[in-house]
């Protein structure tokens, strides 16, 4: 076990990191973080923060020499400023971002262990694109291999006709059809370095525009009954790649089984309910696991939970939340400015306690 007042490094300067920070201080632990520079609103938790490139390799080290343990806050850290890190302060081995990072590498780990993605093929050119949309058919969805999120390098395609006008991006793509699908729900797990497992509840999710804009439980009929089998794969994956924290895998409900959509390891937005609503929050969990101390319960407090973002400008009058009957829980991130389609902060709502 990592003793109090240990050292947590941080990869990433997100709300994911700030509020990682902010459950780690909680336990008796301080955190510094590494990102390059910008609107690191992780900043404000940490004793310390590193404004460096990613390719900074003396800062990198100078970090790294501070840190008792070494976790990350989104999966697109660069692999060379990861291995610029000792393996030996990595909580979780870098194998799972060098999974998560690549969409094609992912559905292939993913198809090994057994589990079924919606149809693909890797697309490099124009005319990959035309040969994907005449095998896997229309309607489908383009998007790039790496760094997409939120909806962003995805482009959807309703009909052949639509796909013409849709010129290749000039990088790796992914061409999937599209999932007829009853509901959306993710898997979120905690794996301590032990191997102990403990799942959080599934939510209905629920986006807009490919973001997340809302989490409800009950999940409904159709994820619940889906939620076992998914379950499986998701420890499998774990156990795959020797992982130890938060990790997450979103399915789509169909009259077939669980459909593999994504992965994220790390904590993630359809998990931030946990906040309020488990016995243990997915933030805590994460610190609890890689510093090496028991885990926390994860059962539901509440009989319903409803989590929304709070996106763009909206984030200007949140505030007026609070004047809401049932005790709404806001959480604002600290970002400065408020764009267009971008996460400033969460509300969740929450029904009558469990016994």
């Known amino acids: 076990m990592l003793p109090p007042g240990s050292t947590i490094g941080i990869l990433g300067g997100g709300q994911l990191g700030r509020m990682m920070a902010m459950a780690a201080m909680q336990l008796g632990y301080r955190c510094i973080a590494y990102a390059p520079p910008g609107d690191n ?40 400023a990861v291995a610029a890190i000792p393996a030996s302060l990595l909580a979780c081995p870098a194998r799972a971002l060098e999974v998560a990072q690549d969409r094609l590498n992912e559905k292939g780990f993913i198809a090994q262990l057994g589990g079924t993605s919606a149809s693909y093929t890797r697309v490099e050119s124009d005319e990959d694109f035309a040969r994907a949309v005449n095998a896997i058919g229309t309607p489908g969805i383009l998007k790039t291999a790496r760094e997409g999120y939120d909806g962003k390098g995805q482009w959807r395609i309703a009909s052949a006709h639509e796909a013409g006008g849709v010129r290749f991006p000039g990088k790796p793509c992914i061409y999937e059809g599209l999932v007829a699908f009853e509901a959306e729900f993710s898997v979120i797990l905690v794996r301590s370095r032990e191997g102990e497992v403990r799942f959080w509840d599934s939510t ?75 016995a243990a929050s997915q933030f805590e969990n994460h610190i609890r696991a890689i510093c090496g101390l028991p885990l926390g319960g994860t059962a539901t407090r509440f009989a319903s939970i409803d989590m929304r973002n709070i996106v763009g400008e909206d984030a200007l009058s949140a505030h007026a939340i609070l004047a809401e009957p049932g005790e709404p829980h806001l959480h604002l991130y600290g970002k400065r400015e408020a764009r267009a389609g971008r996460k400033m902060g969460h509300v969740t709502r929450v029904g009558h306690a469990l016994p």
Not at 237 to 255: D, M, N, R
Request: aromatic residues 10%; charged residues 15%; proline residues 4%.
């Open 204 to 278: 209905a999710n629920h986006h807009e525009g490919g973001m997340l804009v809302q989490s409800l439980l009950p999940a409904g009929a159709a994820i619940e009954a889906q939620v076992a089998e998914a379950r499986g794969l998701a420890a499998k994956t774990a156990a795959a790649l020797g992982y130890v924290g938060v990790l997450t895998l979103e399915f789509f409900a169909t009259k077939g089984g669980p459909v593999f959509n994504e992965m994220a390891p790390r904590v993630h937005n359809s998990g931030h309910w946990t906040i309020e609503g488990a």
């Open 41 to 80: 609103v992780a900043a404000d938790a940490c004793i310390d923060f590193f404004a460096n490139g990613w390719g900074d390799r003396e800062a990198l080290a100078t970090f790294a020499a501070r840190c008792d343990v070494v976790t990350w806050e989104f999966e697109n850290v660069p692999l060379p």
